[in-house]
Every structure is written in C-alpha cells, then in structure tokens.
C-alpha cells in the first residue's frame, strides 16, 4: 500500500500541498488530475523522495521516504518515469533500462540484458535496443523511460505527465503501453492532462487545486454530475480541458 | 654571494622588481592591443596576402612558447641580423607580439559577434567601410572584447615571470636572486607569489569594472 | 646570412630526445592535472561549504600566479623541508597541480551542464551517489569537456617549456644546448617554434577526432 498522509510542502512561502492524503492499493490505477501549478507533480516528486516534506508522512508498502535509511527500499517498490524522460545520453537504450538492475539489485548482466530486451521488444523497441537517446523518436525515448522505470520490478509506477512533451501521434504510442500495463494490474499513480484516457484505465481519479485534495473518487463517479462534477472547480476544469 | 639574511632592503628590492614587472606589462599590453587590433582591421579590410600572413604569424605566436619566442629574439636576432639587443628590448618585442597575436583573435572574433546584417543595412544606407568600422563594428566589438581581453591580461601579466630568464630585473628574477643569497625559497618565493597574485586581481578588477561601464553605455545608447 | 637549415642535422636525434621527454611529461602531467581537475571540480560542486572554498582558493591561487614561481617554489622548496625530488618529478608535480586548477574548471562546467532530471532519474532508481558520479556525472561532463581539456594539454606542452630553467633537458633544455653548441640560435630557435606550432596542432587535431568519437552517439539525427 502507498500511503500519503497530511502532507504539507511548500517552496519558500508558496504552499505547494496542503495537507494531501491519498492511499493507492496494489492493483489500482490512480489519475491525479488538476491544472497547472496544482501540485500533481511535487505530490509525485515528494512519493519518489526527490523533495522533501515540511509535515506529514508518505510511506511505500511501510516504508517511510522521510527516513533516510528507508528511502531506499521505498524507492525500489517505485519506478518513475519523467515528463522529459531524463534519459542517460551517453548510454543506449539498453543500457539504460540495465543499470540501475545491475548496480542496485546486483543482477547478473547477463540476466539483466535479457529481461532489458524483452521489455524493449515488449514496447516495439526490440530493434532499437543498441541506439543511443538522441537516436530515438520523442515517443520512443518515452517508452525506452517506461521500460527502465519497469526493469526494477517495482510495486508503484509514478508517471509524471509523461505524454506532456510529446505530439499526439507519439503520444498514443505510449498511452496505448500504458493502457496494456494498466489491464496487466500494473499498480500506476498518474499525472496527467490526458483526461479520456484517465476515465479508460483509472480505477479512481483525484483531483488537486491549489495543493489541495479537492476529490477523490472512483473513476465513474467522478465523471458523474452528483460525483465529481458538482464540484464546481472539477466541472470548470473539465470543460476547459475539453475545449483546449 | 654571499649568503645572508633578508634585510630590510629587500623590500626596496622586491617593489623595484615589482615595477619593472608592471612597467613592461603596461608597455607590452599598450603596444600588443595597438598590433592586435590593426590586425583585426587588416582583416577586415580583407587586404589579400597581408591578411594570409598576419594570420600565419598569429597562429605560430599562439602555438609556441613564449619562453622560445624569447630565446629566438634575445639569442637569435642579434646572431642573424647582426644587431645589438638588450634584455628589455628583446622583452618589449616578444610580449607585444605575443600580446598582439591574442588581442588579433580577440578582435576577430568580436568584429564577427555584430550581425551580418548590421553591416549590410549600414552599408546600405551609404556609409564607407571605414564608417561602419569606427560607428557601428566598434563600439560594440569594444564591449564585447572587454571581458576576454580583462583574462588575456592577467594572463600575459604572469608571461611576464619569464623575461627574468634573460635576465631583465623583473618581480621573477628579483626573487631569483633572494632566493639565491637567502637560500629561504619558501619565504621568497611566498613573498613573489603574492605580489603576483595581487597584482593580477587588480587587472581583473579594473577589467571588470571597465566592462560594466562599458555595457552600460552600450546598454544605453541602444535605447 | 642565410637561413640554413642543414646545420641543424646532426642534432635531430638529440633534439627528438628532448621531444621525447616533453612528450613524457606533459603525458604524466595531463593525468594528474585531469585526476586532479575531476577531485577539485567535485569538491566545488559539493554542499560542504568549507570544502568548496578550500577548492576555491586553490583555482584562484594557481590560476593568477605566474607558473615559474610556482615552479621554484617547488624546485627550490621541496629539499628545504627534506623532499628530494628530481627535475622530472618535479616538473611533473608542478604542470599537474598548475594544469589541475584548469582542469577542474573544465570538468567543472561539464558538470553543471547536465541536466538536473537526468541525475534525478539516477537517483530514484536508487544508484548510489558513488555509483550515479562514476558512472553518469563524469561520463557525460567528461564527454563535453573534451575540448577544454585539449586546451588546458595545449597550454601544458608550451608551458613545459618553462622546465628547461630547472635544468630538465626536454625540447626547449636540448635547443638550448644546440644553439650554443652550434652558435646559430636563430635556426635553432625558428625550427623549434615551427616544431611547437605543429605539435600542438596535431594535438587540437586529434582533440577534435577525440570529441567527435566519443559524442558520436549523442549526436541529434537527421531526419
């Protein structure tokens, strides 16, 4: 179970999160959804550990991300993948997925390569797997982060608007990937501005304004007018999204 | 020599090293930017063989040791031209040189940072070649030339150490000769070094200084 | 009064002896200055505050005092305090340390030049910060500083001359024994610049090759 519970972050004196509480059970994809600057993706950035909080705590199968010496198992039951991928440039396709494998789990390299590959092959890359980052396509880059997100086995994968710098063809490339990891049970929390896509693969959707946890329900009634659309700003923020 | 203690003349000693350092410093930096900056204008002028030339010799200065640009001129020159040349003298033409060969790259590089099409629309309104030069290429190439300029000094202020290899009385070979008499080469050349050091800082500060005024006159002036 | 160069003949193999010892040294002294260069730029990358200055002072101090001085401070100091070292070794030391402070703000820049999403990928994977600086930070800082080491191993092959004044017999030590052997310094002093300028030619050759294999995956392909 990922559990985050009363978090409060802020940047200097802007409140980022405000006392945010959010469980997602193994199994469950979850759609963080909001405008910018809600603080969809400092939620995702304080789960992984890369900000730390100011109140509350946030543990990964009950392992607190506040603790030093537990980061590092909260940190191997979740994978990340990035907006703008943040892949390894002087390192190919391959060698990216394998690293953290090899280096953290002390996988064999051997093993390592072979499971790399077959998740490359498993997103359409399987020919690709010796070109560098540079070599790739915005979408292939992005399914090459998948797969390294996913060679490490996690429990939670965080996707942080990870279709955001893409152009709508390379974009369903990867959300058609994800909609096979979501039917696979993959457990995923994600951010993102794909809202029709979001009601297809989530189990539940949650909505932040502001660093606040305005909604959190499951996906149907979310999208249903005594669920999540009597919520004014939810019903605002759908409309605008829709027109765009 | 004899060996003894540091008197309290050493200091008169040190300060007098010190300044034939900077005197020579200032010389060869006035000299070098003149050569320098023709150059560039040689070039800009795309004078044919001239400019082939110039850019010939820049490169060898750039590329070779200043100690062996020393030795050809101080052991070379009077051999094969049969001249006499004193120690200062064979300082003054290599560090100008070698001075003149940055300050041309410097030049070069900066009459290229102003647009094409600055030069192009100036021209185009009627103005000489040399209008364009001394109205628009200039005073922009100066504030942009400012900065690698203020680095190429502190640079050629420590090339300076090596004309005490042929013996002129600079900073370098006054502290060789301390350290000769005192056999104290800790102190010396301690001493030595902070006397550089400080003398760099303040080339770089009255660099710095030089370059804000200049950009925000540009700065200005563009309005 | 002629320039003739055939003098210079029987002393070929004796002057490529003296190349050889340059070669050697400034080899030996580009690895210490690049370990070196990498110890120093990490220890102004780093959060401790005292580390950073120390690393600091260390550029600032060996970057603004001529490398002569630094060169009889060593040569001359070193046996005071019961350190004996030879002139090789010597000269070796004092290009690394003089050659590091370069270095490190080579590496240094290579460093901050990466984007900070890619260490941050690294980091939630759970790499170590060992294993994220070895195997990520240095390769790609290394990768783009590739060029501004070429300049710093440049500068290092025309300063090793200056080791000829501490009696180290490299090319210029070995000129120098030509020119008085054979009393036609001005040949002697001409050839060795021409052979300076086209050593580090070569060098900013092989630089460029160098860069260009090593980025030739991270290169934008063409469409």
Known sequence: MLKVENVKKAFGGTIVLDGVNLTVNP??????LGSSGSGKSTLIRCINGLEKLNAGRITVDDFDVSKPKELAEARKRSGTVFQLFNLYPHMSALQNITLAPIEVLKRPKAEAEAEGRALLASVGLGDRADAYPAQLSGGQRQRVGICRALAMQPRYLLLDEVTSALDPEMTSEVLDILAKLAKSGTTMVFVTHEIEFARQISNRIV?????VLLVDLPTAEFFSAEGGLAQPRVAQFLSKMRKD | MRYTEFTPFDLWLLAQGLGVTVGLFLVTSLIGVAIGVLWGVVRFYRVPVLMQVITFVAEVLKNSPVLVQLFLVFFGFPAFFKLNMTPVNAAIITLSLNTAAFVYVIAVSSIESIGRDQVEAARVFGLSRWQVLRHVIAPQAMAFSIGPLTALLVNQLQVTSLISVIGVMDLSKIGANLNLRTLKPFIVWTAVGILYYLAAKLVATLGAKLEKRLRAHSAFRGL | ?????????????????GALLTAQVCALALIGSVVLGMLVAIARTSQRKWLNRLAFAYVDLFRNVPFIVQLFFFYYGLPEIGIYIDAFTTGVVALSISGGAYASDAIRAGILAIDDGIIEAAEVSGLSQGTTFTRIVLPIALRTS???LGSVLINMILTSSILSTITLNELTGNAKIVASDTFRPFEVYVVLLVVYASLTYLVSLGITLLHRWLNRDMQEQVN
């Open chain 1, 27 to 32: 199994g469950e994809v979850v759609s963080i």
């Open chain 1, 207 to 211: 909505f932040l304004e502001k660093g």
């Open chain 3, 1 to 17: 009064m002629r320039l003739d160069l055939t003098i210079l003949a029987p002393h070929l193999g004796f002057l490529a002896e």
């Open chain 3, 146 to 148: 590739i060029r501004p």
